[in-house]
Protein backbone atom coordinates (compact mmCIF):
# COMPACT_ATOMS: atom_id res chain seq x y z
CA UNK A 1 0.00 0.00 0.00
CA UNK A 2 1.66 3.39 -1.10
CA UNK A 3 1.74 6.14 1.52
CA UNK A 4 -0.39 9.00 0.41
CA UNK A 5 2.00 12.11 -0.51
CA UNK A 6 2.18 14.95 1.68
CA UNK A 7 0.29 18.00 0.13
CA UNK A 8 3.07 21.34 0.17
CA UNK A 9 0.85 23.88 1.50
CA UNK A 10 1.44 26.78 -0.62
CA UNK A 11 1.63 30.88 0.46
CA UNK A 12 1.78 33.98 -0.90
CA UNK A 13 5.31 35.34 -1.73
CA UNK A 14 5.93 38.21 -2.80
CA UNK A 15 9.97 39.38 -3.87
CA UNK A 16 12.99 38.88 -6.24
CA UNK A 17 15.39 35.53 -5.13
CA UNK A 18 18.48 36.15 -6.72
CA UNK A 19 19.54 32.44 -7.42
CA UNK A 20 23.07 31.56 -8.51
CA UNK A 21 21.76 28.51 -10.93
CA UNK A 22 23.73 25.16 -10.91
CA UNK A 23 24.92 23.59 -13.48
CA UNK A 24 22.97 20.64 -15.11
CA UNK A 25 19.60 21.74 -14.24
CA UNK A 26 17.30 24.00 -16.68
CA UNK A 27 15.90 27.69 -15.49
CA UNK A 28 12.73 26.00 -14.85
CA UNK A 29 13.44 22.79 -12.83
CA UNK A 30 15.41 25.20 -10.48
CA UNK A 31 12.84 27.92 -10.30
CA UNK A 32 10.50 24.85 -9.22
CA UNK A 33 12.91 23.44 -6.54
CA UNK A 34 13.02 27.14 -5.07
CA UNK A 35 9.24 27.62 -5.67
CA UNK A 36 8.92 24.56 -3.40
CA UNK A 37 11.29 25.29 -0.62
CA UNK A 38 9.62 28.76 -0.64
CA UNK A 39 6.45 27.20 -0.52
CA UNK A 40 5.67 29.95 -3.15
CA UNK A 41 2.17 30.38 -4.67
CA UNK A 42 3.49 31.87 -7.88
CA UNK A 43 7.14 32.33 -9.43
CA UNK A 44 8.94 33.14 -12.62
CA UNK A 45 12.01 33.97 -13.87
CA UNK A 46 13.36 36.79 -16.05
CA UNK A 47 15.23 34.71 -18.94
CA UNK A 48 16.59 31.62 -19.38
CA UNK A 49 19.98 29.99 -18.45
CA UNK A 50 21.23 26.62 -20.36
CA UNK A 51 21.82 23.76 -17.93
CA UNK A 52 25.24 23.90 -18.80
CA UNK A 53 25.60 27.58 -17.63
CA UNK A 54 26.06 28.72 -14.35
CA UNK A 55 25.29 31.88 -12.57
CA UNK A 56 22.81 34.43 -11.80
CA UNK A 57 19.32 34.11 -12.61
CA UNK A 58 16.60 36.14 -10.92
CA UNK A 59 13.62 35.00 -10.04
CA UNK A 60 10.40 36.50 -9.14
CA UNK A 61 7.47 35.55 -6.82
CA UNK A 62 3.82 36.76 -6.03
CA UNK A 63 3.53 40.42 -6.89
CA UNK A 64 7.03 40.66 -8.32
CA UNK A 65 5.82 38.34 -11.72
CA UNK A 66 4.11 41.72 -12.85
CA UNK A 67 7.39 43.64 -13.36
CA UNK A 68 9.46 40.31 -14.54
CA UNK A 69 9.37 41.32 -18.35
CA UNK A 70 11.35 44.59 -17.03
CA UNK A 71 14.04 42.44 -16.75
CA UNK A 72 14.35 40.69 -19.85
CA UNK A 73 15.60 43.89 -21.53
CA UNK A 74 18.93 44.46 -19.21
CA UNK A 75 22.46 44.22 -20.34
CA UNK A 76 24.21 41.12 -18.89
CA UNK A 77 28.20 40.29 -17.96
CA UNK A 78 29.44 36.72 -19.20
CA UNK A 79 32.03 34.71 -18.35
CA UNK A 80 33.20 31.42 -20.67
CA UNK A 81 36.06 29.16 -21.10
CA UNK A 82 36.60 28.57 -25.12
CA UNK A 83 38.48 25.27 -26.01
CA UNK A 84 40.11 25.64 -28.94
CA UNK A 85 41.14 23.50 -31.90
CA UNK A 86 38.14 22.31 -32.60
CA UNK A 87 34.29 22.86 -33.05
CA UNK A 88 31.07 21.23 -32.04
CA UNK A 89 27.50 20.81 -33.39
CA UNK A 90 25.83 22.49 -30.49
CA UNK A 91 29.00 25.33 -29.96
CA UNK A 92 29.48 23.41 -26.59
CA UNK A 93 31.22 20.69 -24.84
CA UNK A 94 27.35 18.45 -25.19
CA UNK A 95 28.10 18.41 -29.21
CA UNK A 96 29.98 16.00 -31.68
CA UNK A 97 33.04 17.33 -33.08
CA UNK A 98 32.68 18.31 -36.42
CA UNK A 99 35.64 20.04 -37.35
CA UNK A 100 39.57 20.15 -36.22
CA UNK A 101 42.38 22.38 -37.01
CA UNK A 102 45.54 23.72 -35.53
CA UNK A 103 45.80 25.99 -32.88
CA UNK A 104 48.37 28.83 -34.23
CA UNK A 105 47.87 32.24 -33.87
CA UNK A 106 49.53 34.86 -32.04
CA UNK A 107 49.15 37.64 -29.01
CA UNK A 108 48.87 39.88 -31.05
CA UNK A 109 46.03 38.11 -33.34
CA UNK A 110 44.18 37.62 -30.02
CA UNK A 111 44.01 41.67 -29.48
CA UNK A 112 42.82 41.59 -32.94
CA UNK A 113 39.89 39.68 -32.68
CA UNK A 114 38.74 41.18 -29.04
CA UNK A 115 38.66 44.34 -30.85
CA UNK A 116 36.47 42.71 -33.85
CA UNK A 117 33.91 41.16 -31.24
CA UNK A 118 33.31 44.30 -29.77
CA UNK A 119 30.68 46.72 -30.47
CA UNK A 120 27.28 46.21 -32.85
CA UNK A 121 27.41 42.86 -34.34
CA UNK A 122 24.87 40.64 -36.56
CA UNK A 123 24.53 37.18 -34.87
CA UNK A 124 22.50 34.23 -36.56
CA UNK A 125 21.08 32.51 -33.40
CA UNK A 126 22.21 29.07 -33.00
CA UNK A 127 19.98 26.25 -33.44
CA UNK A 128 20.21 24.46 -30.28
CA UNK A 129 18.86 27.41 -28.63
CA UNK A 130 15.29 28.04 -27.45
CA UNK A 131 14.18 30.31 -30.11
CA UNK A 132 10.70 29.25 -31.39
CA UNK A 133 10.00 29.72 -35.13
CA UNK A 134 6.49 28.41 -36.00
CA UNK A 135 6.15 27.96 -32.76
CA UNK A 136 8.78 25.16 -32.10
CA UNK A 137 11.75 25.76 -30.50
CA UNK A 138 14.73 25.32 -32.29
CA UNK A 139 16.60 22.78 -30.50
CA UNK A 140 13.71 20.61 -31.34
CA UNK A 141 14.22 21.14 -34.87
CA UNK A 142 17.57 20.72 -34.27
CA UNK A 143 17.14 17.24 -32.20
CA UNK A 144 14.99 16.14 -35.46
CA UNK A 145 18.38 16.74 -37.80
CA UNK A 146 16.64 19.59 -39.41
CA UNK A 147 18.38 22.84 -39.94
CA UNK A 148 15.74 26.44 -40.12
CA UNK A 149 17.05 29.54 -41.24
CA UNK A 150 17.19 31.85 -38.73
CA UNK A 151 17.34 35.34 -39.71
CA UNK A 152 20.95 37.69 -38.09
CA UNK A 153 20.31 40.09 -35.24
CA UNK A 154 21.43 42.98 -33.95
CA UNK A 155 23.17 42.32 -30.48
CA UNK A 156 26.06 44.70 -28.80
CA UNK A 157 28.70 43.59 -26.81
CA UNK A 158 29.85 46.28 -25.05
CA UNK A 159 32.65 44.94 -23.46
CA UNK A 160 35.16 42.13 -24.36
CA UNK A 161 38.22 40.72 -22.43
CA UNK A 162 40.03 37.66 -24.06
CA UNK A 163 43.24 36.15 -22.04
CA UNK A 164 44.68 32.79 -23.52
CA UNK A 165 44.71 30.26 -20.15
CA UNK A 166 47.42 27.81 -19.29
CA UNK A 167 47.71 24.49 -21.78
CA UNK A 168 46.22 21.60 -20.03
CA UNK A 169 46.90 18.18 -21.15
CA UNK A 170 47.77 19.65 -24.78
CA UNK A 171 44.49 21.64 -24.62
CA UNK A 172 44.65 25.35 -25.13
CA UNK A 173 41.81 27.56 -23.88
CA UNK A 174 41.15 31.20 -23.67
CA UNK A 175 38.53 33.08 -20.84
CA UNK A 176 36.44 34.93 -22.21
CA UNK A 177 34.38 37.95 -20.18
CA UNK A 178 31.70 39.92 -22.11
CA UNK A 179 29.23 42.70 -21.21
CA UNK A 180 26.66 42.18 -23.49
CA UNK A 181 23.08 43.53 -24.89
CA UNK A 182 20.04 40.98 -24.75
CA UNK A 183 19.56 38.62 -26.94
CA UNK A 184 23.44 37.76 -27.54
CA UNK A 185 24.30 34.01 -27.36
CA UNK A 186 27.51 33.86 -26.02
CA UNK A 187 27.57 30.11 -27.72
CA UNK A 188 27.73 31.89 -30.77
CA UNK A 189 30.47 34.35 -29.60
CA UNK A 190 32.32 31.68 -28.78
CA UNK A 191 32.27 29.82 -32.43
CA UNK A 192 32.78 33.06 -34.47
CA UNK A 193 36.11 34.07 -32.12
CA UNK A 194 37.23 30.26 -32.65
CA UNK A 195 36.37 30.77 -36.10
CA UNK A 196 38.42 33.83 -36.63
CA UNK A 197 41.61 32.47 -35.33
CA UNK A 198 41.51 30.44 -37.43
CA UNK A 199 40.99 27.19 -35.19
CA UNK A 200 37.39 26.71 -34.31
CA UNK A 201 35.98 26.27 -30.55
CA UNK A 202 33.62 25.59 -28.24
CA UNK A 203 32.19 26.83 -25.29
CA UNK A 204 33.43 24.35 -22.27
CA UNK A 205 31.66 26.35 -19.71
CA UNK A 206 29.49 29.20 -19.26
CA UNK A 207 28.87 31.63 -16.03
CA UNK A 208 26.77 34.58 -15.94
CA UNK A 209 27.99 37.16 -13.42
CA UNK A 210 25.55 40.06 -13.76
CA UNK A 211 22.34 40.56 -15.08
CA UNK A 212 21.07 44.15 -14.95
CA UNK A 213 22.12 45.58 -11.84
CA UNK A 214 22.41 42.15 -10.10
CA UNK A 215 26.00 40.68 -9.13
CA UNK A 216 26.61 36.95 -8.74
CA UNK A 217 27.75 37.74 -5.48
CA UNK A 218 24.60 39.01 -4.00
CA UNK A 219 23.03 35.46 -5.22
CA UNK A 220 22.42 32.45 -2.91
CA UNK A 221 22.53 28.28 -3.90
CA UNK A 222 19.94 26.13 -3.84
CA UNK A 223 22.02 24.47 -1.76
CA UNK A 224 22.13 27.27 1.33
CA UNK A 225 18.50 28.12 0.50
CA UNK A 226 17.57 24.51 1.34
CA UNK A 227 19.66 24.46 4.57
CA UNK A 228 17.46 27.78 6.03
CA UNK A 229 14.86 26.84 8.41
CA UNK A 230 11.49 27.12 6.73
CA UNK A 231 10.84 29.89 8.96
CA UNK A 232 13.85 31.67 7.64
CA UNK A 233 13.94 31.07 3.75
CA UNK A 234 12.33 34.20 3.16
CA UNK A 235 14.77 36.05 4.06
CA UNK A 236 17.11 36.34 0.90
CA UNK A 237 14.24 37.71 -0.91
CA UNK A 238 14.41 41.17 -1.68
CA UNK A 239 11.44 43.46 -2.14
CA UNK A 240 9.36 43.40 -5.27
CA UNK A 241 10.32 47.20 -6.38
CA UNK A 242 13.96 46.30 -6.74
CA UNK A 243 13.11 45.22 -10.39
CA UNK A 244 12.02 49.24 -10.62
CA UNK A 245 15.73 50.67 -10.16
CA UNK A 246 15.57 52.78 -13.11
CA UNK A 247 11.94 53.98 -12.18
CA UNK A 248 11.05 57.70 -11.43
CA UNK A 249 9.19 57.61 -8.00
CA UNK A 250 5.80 59.53 -7.62
CA UNK A 251 3.53 58.62 -4.67
CA UNK A 252 0.11 59.60 -4.62
CA UNK A 253 -2.72 60.38 -1.89
CA UNK A 254 -5.13 58.48 -1.06
CA UNK A 255 -7.96 59.60 -2.88
CA UNK A 256 -6.02 59.59 -6.50
CA UNK A 257 -4.07 56.08 -5.31
CA UNK A 258 -7.54 54.22 -5.44
CA UNK A 259 -8.70 55.84 -8.57
CA UNK A 260 -5.13 55.12 -10.13
CA UNK A 261 -5.39 51.29 -8.84
CA UNK A 262 -9.43 51.00 -10.89
CA UNK A 263 -7.44 51.65 -14.02
CA UNK A 264 -8.16 55.63 -13.98
CA UNK A 265 -5.26 58.31 -15.48
CA UNK A 266 -4.74 60.99 -13.00
CA UNK A 267 -3.42 64.28 -13.67
CA UNK A 268 -0.80 66.07 -11.89
CA UNK A 269 2.21 68.36 -12.52
CA UNK A 270 5.01 65.33 -13.06
CA UNK A 271 7.35 65.79 -16.18
CA UNK A 272 7.31 63.44 -18.72
CA UNK A 273 8.57 59.99 -18.27
CA UNK A 274 8.40 56.83 -19.79
CA UNK A 275 9.19 54.78 -16.53
CA UNK A 276 7.23 55.54 -13.19
CA UNK A 277 7.14 52.98 -9.93
CA UNK A 278 3.86 54.74 -8.20
CA UNK A 279 3.16 54.56 -4.60
CA UNK A 280 0.67 55.23 -2.29
CA UNK A 281 0.59 57.15 1.02
CA UNK A 282 -1.21 56.12 4.50
CA UNK A 283 -0.02 53.32 4.52
CA UNK A 284 3.62 53.39 2.16
CA UNK A 285 3.30 50.86 -0.61
CA UNK A 286 3.63 49.75 -4.21
CA UNK A 287 0.70 50.36 -6.36
CA UNK A 288 2.19 49.65 -9.79
CA UNK A 289 3.86 51.42 -12.53
CA UNK A 290 2.83 53.82 -14.93
CA UNK A 291 4.43 56.61 -17.27
CA UNK A 292 3.88 60.36 -17.70
CA UNK A 293 2.91 62.53 -20.94
CA UNK A 294 1.32 65.91 -20.40
CA UNK A 295 0.89 65.88 -17.18
CA UNK A 296 -1.10 63.01 -17.22
CA UNK A 297 -0.09 59.29 -14.93
CA UNK A 298 -1.10 56.54 -17.45
CA UNK A 299 -1.35 53.00 -15.61
CA UNK A 300 0.57 50.00 -16.84
CA UNK A 301 1.08 47.12 -13.83
CA UNK A 302 -1.10 47.23 -11.39
CA UNK A 303 -1.10 45.40 -8.10
CA UNK A 304 -4.26 44.35 -6.82
CA UNK A 305 -5.65 44.96 -3.32
CA UNK A 306 -4.66 41.67 -2.01
CA UNK A 307 -0.93 42.01 -3.31
CA UNK A 308 -0.40 45.21 -1.90
CA UNK A 309 -1.88 43.85 1.68
CA UNK A 310 0.37 40.61 1.84
CA UNK A 311 3.16 42.99 0.59
CA UNK A 312 2.05 44.87 3.68
CA UNK A 313 1.96 42.27 5.94
CA UNK A 314 5.25 40.90 4.75
CA UNK A 315 6.88 44.19 5.61
CA UNK A 316 5.59 44.15 8.84
Not at 102 to 122: C, D, H, I, M, S
Not at 125 to 131: E, I
Not at 171 to 182: Q, T
Request: negative net charge.
Amino acid sequence: MKTPRTRVQRRPVHGVLLLDKPLGLSSNQALQKAKWLLRAEKAGHTGTLDPMATGVLPMCFGAATKFSQLHLDADKTYEAVLRLGQRTSTADAEGEVIAEAEVNFTPEKLLEVQALFTGPLQQVPPMHSALKKDGKALYEYAREGIEVERPARSVVIHSLELKELPELDGVRSVWLKAHCSKGTYIRTLGEDIGIALGCGAFLSALRRVKSGQFEIDACITLEALEALPETERHQPLQAVDVLLDSHQAIILQAEDAGRFLSGLRRRGDWPDHHQVAVYGTSPHALLGTAHVRAGELIPERLLNPQEIQSLLESAA
